[in-house]
């Protein structure tokens, strides 16, 4: 079951009432984990690009949707090798300031997948 994110502030985000002071990655099955932001830092020197090794390590086969939380004021983006990926997969993608992409992601329906970072 999806969980419920309860709010964002700067530095953490809350999820089914637990507080995470980090990126995460919540699965279609609900499991949240940590974001593995090295895998894009390691490329660009930044979290705010997601690299083609990121997107391939956030896909979950069958998701339909991807809503990613892009910060509090909205600095991260994909890269154009990630885009490219998600389109073949046929995973649309929305990129929204966190605060906004919680609001999508509790009203989402079907296979979908959420990454949100909780910085700038």
Partial sequence: MRPTIDQTTFGSITIAGQLFAHDVLIRPDGQVTKRKKKLSKAVYGTSHILSLAEAKQVYATGSERLI????????????????????HKHCRVRVQPTPKAIQTWNTAEGAVIGLFHVTC
């Fill in 68 to 87: 990613i939380g892009s910060g509090q004021e909205g600095n991260v983006r994909l890269s154009e090798e990630a885009e490219a990926y998600f389109k």
